[in-house]
Structure formats: structure tokens, C-alpha cells
């Protein structure tokens, strides 16, 4: 099972919106509304902030949303602030019954 | 509060072997799929194996199929992974996780802070 494709990296200046984009296949992504989306900072454990495509967990702002459209999702943070420069990983569950990871992004909030 | 903690990494030489402990709390361990992920140094995520609830089901990636072995102990909480034969390719940060819920297409929500397996010469 190959990685799910995400830009390097993406940035933007506090207050702007930004888009990353995860492009899998239709035995992942575009088969399931299983993707779900990470946040990282350095030295720390992933933070689920996105789950079933579009679903935030309690206590993860309504700054970020999450969508999907064939087999690309894609997360959305509005109203860029300096705590959200971090490492974003989607995944999607698999035909193959496991979970695949994209191999991340790197946010920079100018 | 729910918490999962790892324990068991270290440096040890290729051929060698490791056992990975993995110990919840605050929620009913039996209820769930328990998965480890791991993530090599400036890399990204990989899940590696993963057990249901009742241990009856199990996955493997490939590349540690016939080497790892994935355990669970309820009657102690307890994940286990069992790493034999282990390559400098198994170096990496191991955690364990816990879907936010069962079915939810392997959603994790609850991640341990990890635990660093190095294996080299």
C-alpha cells in the first residue's frame, strides 16, 4: 500500500486561510469516508483533529474543516494563527483493512 | 484520564530482539483495537500491526510479517509487540493508539508518547 501524496509543505501569514491536499486512490480515499487528519508539533504525539472526512473531535477549533472530492481530501484552516505551525498527516482506512498515512506537511505560519 | 504509555525500547544490535509494552487506562481496554505506529526520524507514519479487542483478528504490514508479533492482555490492560530479527530499518519511535472509536476507519485519538527502538552495530 503506497503512501497517500501530500505537498512538503505550505505556509501562510496569521489570520489567512490555507488548503492541504491528500491524494490517494479508490481503494482508499476515494473508496472510504474514512480520512482522517493530524496535527503534530516537534517532539510531540500526533493530535487527531479531523476524523470520517469532516468530523472534529471535541475540543478542535471550528477553524479547521475537512473535505473530500473524489480520491483527494483535503484539510482547511481558516484564520491562520501561530499555534497551528505544525506537521499535518492525513489517512485514509484501505481495502486491504489497514490504514494508510500520507507522508506529511509542513505548516509555517509566516 | 484516558492514557496510553509505552515501555520496552532501546538500542539493540541487528538480529536482535525487543518486547514493546503498551499500558492503557481510563477507558474499557476490551472494547477496542489497539494499533502500533511507528515513524522513523524525520519520516512519516506507518501503522505496523494491529488486534482487536477480543485478539481474534490481526494485521501485519509486510515488511514485519514472520518477525513481530502483536499481543494483548486485558486482564492487565496491556498491548504487547514482540520484535524478533530486527533490521536497522526497524529504527524509529513506536506507539501505540487507540481509535476514537470501533469502526470508525481507524480514526486515533488517543496516541502514547512513544517509545525509541534503535537497532545498530
Known amino acids: 500500500q503506497s503512501a497517500l501524496t501530500q505537498p512538503a509543505s505550505v505556509s501562510g501569514s496569521p489570520g489567512q486561510s490555507i488548503t492541504i491536499s491528500c491524494t490517494g486512490t479508490?481503494?482508499?480515499?476515494?473508496?472510504?469516508?474514512?480520512v482522517s487528519w493530524y496535527q503534530q508539533h516537534p517532539g510531540k504525539a500526533p493530535k487527531l483533529v479531523i476524523y470520517?472526512?469532516?468530523n472534529r473531535p471535541s475540543g478542535v477549533p471550528d477553524r479547521l474543516s475537512g473535505s473530500k472530492s473524489g480520491n483527494t481530501a483535503s484539510l482547511t484552516i481558516s484564520g491562520l494563527q501561530a499555534e497551528d505551525e505544525a506537521d499535518y498527516y492525513c489517512?485514509?482506512?484501505?481495502?486491504?483493512?489497514?490504514?494508510?498515512f500520507g507522508g506529511g506537511t509542513t505548516l509555517t505560519v509566516l | 484520564q484516558v492514557q496510553l504509555v509505552e515501555s520496552g525500547g532501546g538500542l539493540v544490535k541487528p538480529g536482535g530482539s525487543l518486547r514493546l509494552s503498551c499500558a492503557a487506562s481510563?477507558?474499557?481496554?476490551?472494547?477496542?483495537?489497539m494499533t502500533w505506529i511507528r515513524q522513523a526520524q524525520g519520516k512519516g507514519l506507518e501503522c505496523i500491526s494491529y488486534?482487536?479487542?477480543?485478539?481474534?483478528?490481526?494485521y501485519y504490514t509486510d515488511s514485519v510479517k514472520g518477525r513481530f508479533t502483536i499481543s494483548r492482555d486485558t486482564a492487565k490492560n496491556s498491548l504487547y509487540l514482540q520484535m524478533n530479527s530486527l533490521r536497522a530499518e526497524d529504527t524509529a519511535v513506536y506507539s501505540c493508539a487507540k481509535e476514537i472509536y470501533t469502526g470508525s476507519g481507524a480514526a486515533f485519538d488517543i496516541w502514547g508518547q512513544g517509545t525509541m527502538v534503535t537497532v545498530s552495530s
Open positions: 489517512s485514509s482506512y484501505t481495502s486491504t483493512y489497514t490504514v494508510v
Open positions: 481510563g477507558f474499557t481496554f476490551s472494547d477496542f483495537y
Open positions: 479508490s481503494s482508499d480515499v476515494g473508496g472510504y469516508n474514512y
Open positions: 470520517g472526512v469532516s
Open positions: 488486534i482487536s479487542g477480543r485478539g481474534d483478528k490481526i
